[in-house]
C-alpha cells in the first residue's frame, strides 16, 4: 500500500487478557520499527525487524510482549495477560533501508490506540 | 537510558509569528531528527541532522545540530493554522550493537491563535 498500515485502529480490552496488534509495512520495506506512545509522551522503541528477525528487541518492557514478523512484511505485536498501564498507542514504522540509515528515514502508521480496562 | 529534554512544553502564538523550539541531552547522538504529529496520526519525519553544526532549513523550517551533538534547536517562521500539533525530536545513537531506535522528547504542543 502507499502508507504503513496497521490495525485495528482502536482495540479495548479488559485487565488480564490478550491482544494482537498488526502493522502492514510500506511494500518493499526491509527494516520494521515498534513504538509505544503513552499519553502525552513521545513514541519509546520497543523493537526493530531486519527481515523477519528481530534484530534488536531491547526496548519490549517485559516477557509479556512479543513480535514476530514471519515472511518479512507484516507483523503483529503480541500482549499476553494485559495491564492497565499497557494503555498506549501503539505504532509501527517502516523504512527502505537497514540499520542506523534506515532509523534516520521512518514512515510511521496512525498507530493502534489500545485501552486496558 | 538516554533522555531528551524538549522545550517549551507548549507554545501559545498568533499567526505570523516565529516559533523556536529546542531539545537537549546529557548523552551524544550521532543523529539528530524532528518529527511533527497530529492528532489520530503518526509522526512525520520534518527535518534530519547528521553532522555536528549542521544548519538545514525545510520551507519555513529551519533546525540545527548543536556542536557538542547534545542539543538541537528547530524555527518555524511566519507559522500558519496548519502547523499546529506536536513535535518531536528524536534522537539516535549508532550503537552497532543493537538499540537501533529512537530516542524521542516529549513534545512541543505548538497552538496557533487567530
Known amino acids: 500500500g502507499a502508507g504503513v498500515s496497521q490495525t485495528p485502529s482502536n482495540k479495548v480490552t479488559e485487565k488480564g487478557k490478550y491482544v494482537e496488534l498488526r502493522c502492514d509495512p510500506i511494500s518493499g520495506h526491509t527494516a520494521l520499527y515498534w513504538y509505544r506512545q503513552s499519553l502525552g509522551q513521545g513514541p519509546e522503541f520497543l523493537i526493530y525487524f531486519q527481515g523477519t528477525g528481530a534484530a534488536d528487541d531491547s526496548g519490549l518492557p517485559n516477557d509479556r510482549f512479543f513480535a514476530v514478523r514471519p515472511e518479512g512484511s507484516v507483523s503483529t505485536l503480541k500482549i499476553q495477560r494485559t495491564e492497565r498501564g499497557d494503555s498506549a498507542v501503539y505504532l509501527c514504522a517502516s523504512s527502505p533501508h537497514p540499520g542506523p540509515a534506515g532509523a534516520n528515514v521512518l514512515t510511521f502508521g496512525a498507530g493502534s490506540r489500545l485501552t486496558v480496562l | 537510558g538516554q533522555q531528551l529534554n524538549q522545550s517549551p512544553q507548549s507554545m501559545f502564538i498568533q499567526e505570523g509569528e516565529d516559533v523556536s523550539m529546542n531539545c537537549t541531552s546529557s548523552?551524544?547522538?550521532?543523529?539528530w531528527l524532528w518529527y511533527k504529529q497530529n492528532p489520530g496520526e503518526g509522526p512525520v519525519l520534518l527535518i534530519a541532522?547528521?553532522?555536528?553544526?549542521e544548519l538545514t532549513s525545510n520551507g519555513r523550517l529551519t533546525a540545527q545540530f548543536g556542536i557538542t551533538r547534545k542539543d538541537s534547536f528547530l524555527n518555524i517562521s511566519a507559522s500558519i493554522p496548519s502547523d499546529v500539533g506536536i513535535y518531536f525530536c528524536a534522537g539516535h545513537v549508532y550503537s552497532g550493537g543493537g538499540a537501533d531506535g529512537l530516542t524521542f522528547g516529549k513534545g512541543t504542543h505548538l497552538i496557533i491563535q487567530p
Open positions: 541532522l547528521y553532522k555536528a553544526g
Open positions: 548523552s551524544i547522538f550521532n543523529t
